[in-house]
């Protein structure tokens, strides 16, 4: 593939950094220095009444969020400590502007509580550090205010663009109807590359179910992983030919995390494999073979790629799973099993991928990849100091422990993991899969990373030539 290139999408992959650079540095320095003013206001008598009552406070509020990430499973990582202290760093900040809201002159009153928000924004850029969800200032600014994404293109003017040399493929939004599943979606996107728009009408392409993470909009692949430009630069190295790419809604909200099931926090799992098929294929003239539609899923949404795939072998043919987990998660078990099925055994089983594989028996065409993380050397290092291993649980993934510590029931040390047991369960039943491992963090970065290098296989892999074979 070429060198990728990002002319032609200003504001999603230009402008300051938010992961690195001199804006992360000012917002955390602000946020210190405000500390410093509102407590630097207090007198010696306050010193030793409140501000031990701020430091408990704020310990308080670094306890409750961790208590409350590991009870719901929220990280397949342990987070970096640096989040911690900046929680802990706005723990304080609010201690001292509510406790010490009548001490000190108005503009340091006035400091301290604008130390507030400035401590919240330094937690969620260190959030976003950990995760990569939005890589520049520009990103989170469009994503905020909902601008287009880039060569997004109007259903109704395709018609225009018929027959045309389309340089760029165009993303289309969509809204789907619901017939199938009575599932509340959001606005979804299509891609449509360039050979789409070749001839009279559409030829019939494949199509790559593209599924983002636990908390999520349907444009996160394209905002966030800013896979945009290697999708673009690929299909110009493939004669404008790539699949049909659906950014779905899995969630119908930012943070309902259905885990593409169905239960009480809605039928994701009919929306995606009864609503969303028959819409592209009537709309877009897409293939209705199964061995010319697969999924790519990234984190919660590797899960649901496993997930769907293994039990509707007739709609997905292929699957790429990057970083998920053993099987839906929302906690331990038994908080799964209440939270995303009602408290149903039953209907967990009849999503567990494990269990479904063994039920089903023998799959003679489908195909998956596990794209999976190591981590650092230093946190290796961690991982195999005999303190820390005392620490971490050691029951298997499915227990009632699952969840606790890393969203996979493991945690993410140089073991594969959940892509390792899944892959062999999967190949006892003829799935052909493999496992890749890549050295990194669970962030957006290493989602698009891994697309990237396995577009071409599934693009191969659903029927489209390669201008350039795999060897």
């Excluded at 409350?68 to 990280?75: H, M, Q, S, V």
């Excluded at 995390?257 to 494999?273: F, I, K, Q, Y």
């Excluded at 993410?412 to 892959?423: I, K, R, W």
């Excluded at 006892?428 to 963090?441: A, L």
Aim: charged content about 15%; overall charge negative; glycine content about 10%.
């Amino acid at each position: 593939m070429p060198a990728q290139t990002q002319t032609g999408y200003p504001g999603f992959h230009h402008g300051i950094s938010l992961l690195h650079g001199w804006l992360p540095q000012v917002i955390t320095f602000a946020a210190v220095f405000l500390l410093i003013v509102a407590f630097a206001r207090f007198t010696r008598r306050w010193w030793l009444l409140w501000v031990p009552v701020c430091v408990v406070f704020a310990l308080g509020v670094v306890w409750a969020s961790w208590a409350f990430t590991n009870d719901e499973g929220l990280a397949s990582d342990p987070a970096p400590v640096l989040l911690w202290v900046a929680i802990g760093l706005a723990g304080a900040v609010l201690g001292a502007a509510v406790f010490g809201i009548r001490t000190g002159s108005w503009w340091q009153r006035v400091a301290a509580v604008l130390a507030v928000p400035i401590a919240l924004l330094n937690v969620g850029v260190v959030l976003n550090q950990w995760v990569g969800y939005y890589p520049t200032a520009n990103a989170a600014w469009d994503a905020l205010a909902a601008e287009p994404l880039p060569h997004q293109t109007d259903l109704d003017d395709l018609a225009s663009l018929r027959n045309t040399n389309v340089d760029a493929g165009r993303i289309v939004p969509v809204d789907i109807p619901e017939s199938g599943s009575h599932f509340n979606h959001r606005t979804e996107y299509v891609y449509l590359p360039p050979a789409w728009f070749q001839g009279d009408k559409p030829p019939t392409l494949p199509v790559v179910m593209m599924i983002g993470g636990e908390f999520n909009t349907p444009a996160d692949w394209v905002r966030s992983g800013q896979i945009m430009p290697s999708v673009d630069n690929f299909a110009k190295s493939n004669n404008g030919r790539t699949p049909i790419l659906v950014f779905v809604d899995s969630g119908g909200a930012f943070n309902n995390d259905t885990e593409c099931v169905n239960g009480p926090r809605g039928d994701a799992a009919d929306h995606l494999t009864k609503d969303v098929p028959s819409y592209v294929e009537s709309t877009f003239g897409a293939s209705a073979d199964p061995a010319k539609w697969g999924i790519v899923g990234w984190s919660m949404g590797g899960t649901c790629a496993v997930d769907l795939a293994t039990m509707h072998p007739e709609l997905f043919g292929t699957f790429v799973d990057i970083a998920g987990d053993l099987g839906p998660t929302a906690g331990t078990k038994e908080q799964t099993v209440k939270r995303l099925f009602g408290g149903s055994e039953q209907d967990w089983a009849a999503f567990d991928p494990t269990t479904v594989m063994q039920k089903h028996g023998n799959y003679p065409d489908t195909v998956g990849l596990f794209d999976d993380l190591t981590p650092p050397q230093w946190q290796k290092k961690m991982a195999n100091d005999p303190k820390m291993k005392a620490r971490m649980p050691q029951q298997p993934a499915n227990e009632n422990t699952a969840g606790m510590g890393g969203r996979d029931g493991v945690y993410d040390t140089g073991e594969v993991g959940a892509a390792e047991a899944l892959c062999a369960e999967g190949q006892k039943v003829n799935i052909n899969c493999t496992v890749h491992t890549t050295e990194g963090g669970h962030t957006w970065q290493f989602a698009a990373a891994a697309f990237t290098s396995s577009f071409p296989w599934m693009t191969e892999r659903l029927g489209l030539p390669l201008q350039t074979p795999l060897s």
